[in-house]
């Protein structure tokens, strides 16, 4: 079966950090990605992990453990903007399917 | 010029309808998708398209029959529309082969009302 979980909402500060936790469980997995996408709009790329540990861009960090079956996205110095719907989403080897879980909506709070 | 896009943009209609979606993309890329995301956002796979060939359908009632004649288009028909199937459509296009993250471009969406 594939299973993807991460929390509906949370909310945190301007100018500070915050971690989205993602747990997945599938069958024939291939990668990780994170999405954002604001109210109204279609989800625009973030990060895609394939190997296990972090990477850094910017102010977006992302985090894969493929033995924990377990992902974050690290949001540093949060800005207003950053207020958004972000989506954790699987790639599975078995017709490259993408699989996305319910989405984290994050607050952003002045 | 847009890399992913759709038409209509929103679509209200009376139960019992057919209607179609169109996309297209500019991209180059070989892998067309349908998503649809309900009102609580969920983001749900429907079909892919491999260059013109079906590949993945997600169980979705054969109400909804997509079309691919070529690389380039992907459209949506859906006969006999129901109040359940209200929901944003969104097209994306990918990238395939080993050099590349096989990301989601994403169209803006298709926002379908049933009354």
């Known amino acids: 079966g594939q299973n993807i979980d991460q929390p509906t909402e949370m909310t945190a500060t301007e100018g500070a950090i915050v971690q989205i936790n993602c747990t997945y469980q599938?069958?024939?997995?291939?990668?990780l990605f994170w999405y954002q996408q604001h109210a109204g709009e279609a989800p625009t790329f973030l990060s895609y992990n394939v190997l296990d540990g972090l990477e850094e861009k910017g102010r977006f960090s992302s985090f894969l453990s493929r033995s924990k079956g377990y992902s974050y996205p690290l949001l540093k110095e949060l800005q207003m903007k950053d207020s958004a719907s972000y989506l954790c989403?699987?790639?599975?080897?078995?017709?490259?399917?993408?699989?996305f879980g319910k989405g984290t909506r994050l607050h952003i709070l002045p | 010029d847009t890399a992913v896009s759709q038409t209509p943009k929103y679509l209200v209609t009376q139960m019992g309808n057919d209607k179609s979606i169109k996309c297209e993309q500019n991209?180059?890329?070989?892998?067309m998708y349908w998503y649809k995301q309900d009102s609580k956002k969920f983001l749900k796979i429907m079909f892919s398209y491999n260059n013109k060939e079906l590949i993945i359908n997600e169980t979705v009632p054969n109400r909804f029959s997509p079309k691919s004649p070529d690389k380039a288009h992907l459209n949506l028909h859906i006969n006999s529309l129901e109040l359940g199937d209200s929901a944003v459509y969104f097209c994306?296009?990918?990238?395939?082969?080993?050099?590349?993250?096989?990301?989601?471009?994403f169209g803006e969406g298709s926002r379908l009302t049933v009354l």
């Open positions: 989403a699987a790639r599975m080897n078995r017709d490259d399917k993408i699989i």
């Open positions: 991209l180059g890329h070989d892998t």
């Open positions: 994306a296009s990918s990238p395939m082969g080993r050099a590349r993250t096989g990301e989601l471009f």
């Open positions: 599938t069958s024939g997995f291939n990668g």
